[in-house]
């Protein structure tokens, strides 16, 4: 039988990616970007000035690098 605790904490820690394109560099791995639908936030890790770069939303955390390509999100 699976621990069920173990098994809730597992969902609620997934990564939830997003993608932001680098816009300037506060020092100390911060780094301001800008994300594809225009909003700005502070993302901590390593990156370059205008590099995309995958991110986990909830953290904040920069990922790696993301390719540099337009991105389109369809509704279904």
């Known amino acids: 039988m699976t621990n069920l605790y173990q098994n809730l ?14 816009t300037g560099d506060l020092g100390g791995g911060s780094w301001a970007a800008q ?7 502070i993302l901590s890790g390593q990156a370059a000035l205008n590099q995309r770069v ?3 939303v909830l953290s904040n955390r920069i ?13 279904v």
Do not use: C, H, M, W
């Open 9 to 22: 904490t597992a969902l609620l820690r997934r990564e939830q990616r997003g993608i932001a394109k680098i």
């Open 35 to 41: 994300t594809q639908s225009g909003g700005n936030l």
């Open 54 to 56: 995958f991110y986990d």
């Open 63 to 75: 990922l790696g690098q993301a390719p540099d390509t337009t991105v389109l999100e369809l509704g």
